[in-house]
């Protein structure tokens, strides 16, 4: 029996919706049994404790002993305190380790600050977003980014979430290499254009179009964009958690034209997301940390439904372009809206969907394992 494992230390549980460190896991989970470790940011370890086996995948969570000073003052990312709670936790992992008969093959790392898990394991670093640009302080960014150089430069080797990144982590190491999101439908269910126009005439004979975004509902969303939707006739759509209060963000009258849906996933987000017109990715371009926001997991589920896919001017979506995305500045927001919320046509249709079949979980999962060498044989 294969005792080799992955391990995955993340921020985030395994239980919220798939994301790319769950999706991560389960395309690792096709070669290894996964250990999906969730680790509270900044926080002592104590103990690791198995929660609950998904297939393959070991969900284990980590006991804390209160909270740490990272989470205050200056002392925030200060070195010696990522060292000390690190090399606590891989001693922890290590006991977990021999005590199963588990053998670690690699340990993927979500956090920037960690290269000191590199001193007791096989570690590759998947940098998913540019955190420096989240700290607001400059100190406090500078010494992120110094952190994160120190752990690219350790790491057997880096995982770039899109090109924006991989540039940024090639300047520390040659070990760097781009793996893109994808997504979970079944290429096979994916509706042809001859099918979409049935559904279109079913379900789009609605006189007022309808835009959709899914996602987190924050303060990273270009707001002037979406209010000018709803004033120019949109009906909006949000799918996802809501981390602020949208009165302070619409009036009254704009409150009435939006609904909001708990996150789906599956057939059931799919099938949601077909009865729209048109599909956003409207974030806040002028926001540091949206810079290098690039074909997130939502991309590649709109492009499943070969409808219109229409994103503010971020860098990744402007270099793509038409047919897949339409990338436009927030002033040519609401009029490119409604040149777009109308039938699409074969081509464009036909595009986005092969397209969508190319970039599945599954491709994804062949890409990562010719990255890590895996030998699935």
């Not at 891989?90 to 993927?108: N, P």
């Not at 994103?311 to 339409?326: D, E, F, K, N």
Request: one cysteine or more; charged letters at 20%.
């Amino acid at each position: 029996m294969d005792t080799r494992v992955f391990v995955i230390l993340s921020p985030s549980p395994y239980s919220e919706i798939p994301r790319f460190r769950q999706q991560l896991a389960r395309q690792l989970s096709n070669y290894r049994k996964v250990l999906y470790i969730v680790y509270p940011r900044f926080c002592c370890p104590q103990s690791l404790n198995h929660i609950k086996s998904d297939g393959r995948i070991d969900v284990i969570d980590v006991t804390i002993v209160g909270c740490s000073p990272f989470t205050s003052g200056s002392s925030q990312y200060l070195p010696w305190q990522c060292n000390s709670y690190f090399s606590r936790l891989s001693l922890l992992l290590s006991e977990y380790l021999s005590l199963h008969d588990l053998q670690l093959d690699k340990l993927f790392t979500f956090f920037p600050n960690s290269s000191v898990l590199s001193d007791y394991f096989s570690t590759v670093y998947v940098c998913n977003d540019n955190f420096p640009l989240y700290s607001h302080l400059g100190f406090r960014k500078l010494l992120l980014g110094a952190l994160e150089k120190e752990t690219v430069v350790r790491c057997s080797l880096s995982i770039a979430v899109g090109d924006v990144l991989e540039t940024k982590l090639k300047k520390w190491s040659d070990r760097v290499y781009s793996l893109l999101p994808g997504h979970e439908f079944d290429p096979d269910t994916l509706m042809s254009y001859d099918a979409y126009l049935e559904y279109s005439r079913i379900y789009h004979s609605r006189h007022q179009p309808v835009a959709t975004f899914m996602g987190n509902i924050d303060a990273r969303l270009e707001f002037s964009c979406l209010r000018d939707l709803i004033d120019s006739g949109f009906r909006l759509q949000l799918i996802g958690n809501i981390a602020i209060n949208l009165s302070l963000h619409f009036s009254q009258i704009q409150l009435k034209s939006i609904q909001v849906i708990n996150p789906l996933t599956g057939d059931e987000l799919l099938a949601f997301l077909r009865s729209s017109n048109l599909l956003l990715i409207p974030y806040n371009t002028h926001l540091k940390m949206m810079q290098a926001v690039q074909f997130n997991n939502k991309f590649f589920q709109y492009l499943a439904t070969g409808l219109p896919i229409m994103a503010t001017s971020l860098a990744g979506y402007v270099r793509l372009g038409p047919p897949l995305v339409y990338a436009v500045d927030s002033n040519q927001f609401s009029r490119t809206a409604h040149d777009l919320a109308v039938l699409p046509s074969r081509a464009d249709y036909n595009r986005r969907i092969s397209f969508a079949k190319e970039n599945t979980w599954a491709v994804r999962g062949k890409e990562l394992a010719k990255i890590l060498e895996i030998d699935d044989h």
